[in-house]
């Protein structure tokens, strides 16, 4: 296993951080080495809001759960999809925007491929990071603090800091459970490698003092009847998506 | 700047590979890698599908393009948006699965940071990787190769190989292009940074050979006047993703 290998696997999510702050100079590094990830035909419909100001910050915390560390973590940031520079230059030069839900698509790609490339900069260079999935819970209230334009597509936030906590690492599906070979597993073998990972997943939940008789697929199961974030199609879409 | 950083600022997208096979042992070693990725509450709503069977791959390569580096590169995969877990332990633990537009954002986020992790395990490896967004050009007729099953969302391909060519680092956008500080730029701010990267962009096309009064932001306002692959809300609705 080479270096890089190796701190790649060693990710965990931070959600405490001491008070250091994060120097600009590495935020800028960072946004460059996230800036060389892959981008569809090299449109990169994605762009990174730092958000300093505390009062913008509390709200945005109370509105993501509430999660405190979003109020409190050195460095925030919200990462978007993001086609108003493409509508922008169209405007200039006098050309039709007309997308859907590939535009949409490309910048939600996008934006993913840069923010791990750029979490990854960031841990290499010892920060820790984790990212903020409850920024989509009240999405419309959050985004009235951003006051993002029309075409600019809030997706999720991001804290970074030096780590103030070294908590285990969360076990993955096994890599069978996720690599298939040719065409997709039948139902039974997946089934049966969740029964694999449940086992995982228990002693992994038993050696954090939390045991439970759920294992990762009971949790799953439990988790989908009723629809998540179902305003979130609407927000996108007042902000100038077409998901058609 | 660390080696990490270093590593990830010289990605360029490789077209053209070496007949060297990729050793099933270091695919492994980087999806594992690439399941380290953060995921949304540890959802992992992703699979990867690696396709070895020569007649597949060239149908394949045809749809996409043609692209015959999907045929032709040592290692060829699918990078997928899978709900399918959830909704087999759901289904076999008798609760519903009833999700909209948040369940397919988590798996298309979840299956970039993914991606972006397992690509750069393998470029720390020496292997270079292009992604296949053009695997959505005829997606339908795609996914009847594969054959898929429904909660299955095929997103983009994935070539991998040892590099046979050494191609020039795209520039992209300038830091403050992408970069905002509390708010989201003016206008005419969007612009000017715009104006600012056309100029390095023209410079490296005519360094490549292939001189253009067009740059960047020129392509892109000529880029979206119509819809582009308007057919895929439609295919991915018929795989079981509600879009709303």
Redesign the interface.
Known sequence: ?????A?????R?IRRFTDEPVPDGN??????????????????A????????DI?RRKIAELCGPQDKVAECPAFFVVCADS???????E??G?????????F??G??DA??F???M???LE??GYG???I?GL?NCLSDVDAV????EG?YP??GLCVGRPDEEPS??P??P?D????????DS?DR??AK?DEYDATYRAYLADRGAPSEDG???R???????????D??AF?AGKGA???
Chains 1, 2 share one sequence.
């Open positions: 296993m080479n270096d890089t290998i701190l790649l696997k060693n990710h999510t935020i800028r590094e960072a946004v460059a080495a996230g800036q060389m990830a892959s981008t569809s035909s090299a449109v990169q994605y762009s990174i809001l730092r958000v300093r100001d913008k108003r520079r493409h509508r922008l230059a169209a200039r030069d050309f039709d925007y007309d997308q859907r839900l590939e535009a698509l490309v939600v790609i993913s491929l923010a791990e490339k979490a990854i900069a290499s260079m990071i984790c990212y999935g989509r951003l006051g993002t334009p600019v997706l999720f690492r969360r993955r599906l890599v459970a996720v690599l298939m070979e040719e065409t997709y139902d997946v089934l969740l990762w697929s009971q799953m199961a439990q988790k989908y009847p009723t629809p998540s974030r179902p979130l199609a996108y077409d998901l058609r």
